[in-house]
């Protein structure tokens, strides 16, 4: 269960990268790539949440704590962010950086 969370966020790290490379090339992203980025990390999010659940005694408590802020900030970026819309790239790199971050997090818990 825990590698299925990894795989659906480092799925969601490409399509993320490739939202933010799009914003700095002063683009927009295609709203497929920023929908299923979403629906990735999300689905990662609610496998890692049900391993939790699951295991209440030893879980990621660090890693889940740093998802959940990453997720806040990535619904922020959706609902202020559009087509005719300046792109919040600061905002976008924190959020890359915070969902890097909890990646590590998680894979040290797994991998020790």
Known sequence: MLYASIALFVLA??????????WLNKK????????THGL????GLLV?????????????????????????????????SGPDKAKPIPIGGLHALLAVSSLVTLLVFVFG
Do not use: W
């Open 40 to 43: 990735l990390a999300v689905s």
């Open 13 to 22: 790290a490409v399509f993320g990268a490739t939202i933010l490379i799009t």
């Open 28 to 35: 927009n992203a295609p709203r497929a790539v920023v929908y």
């Open 48 to 80: 890692l949440l049900y391993y939790a659940f699951t295991h209440p005694t030893a879980y990621p408590k660090l890693a889940i704590g740093l998802f959940i802020i990453t997720a806040l900030g990535g619904i922020y970026m959706f609902l202020v």
